[in-house]
């Protein structure tokens, strides 16, 4: 799991593998606890909007 910025909710959440939709390159996309979908690179400190 990791703690990542969500563009949606500007939070910084706790995310579990659970969570992990796919992943796309080298992006992790993720459903947040708000219901965004999100990509995140390893590595960044914020995500982007999926
Ligand atoms: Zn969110």
Do not use: K, N
Not at 1 to 9: D, E, P, R
Not at 19 to 38: A, F, K, M, P, T
């Amino acid at each position: 799991m990791f703690v990542i910025a969500c563009t949606t909710c500007t939070r910084r959440q706790l995310i579990f593998p659970s969570q992990v939709l796919r992943v796309d390159g080298d992006q992790v996309v993720y459903r947040c606890w708000c219901g965004s979908e999100q990509a995140w690179v390893p590595g960044s400190a914020s995500a982007t909007a999926a």
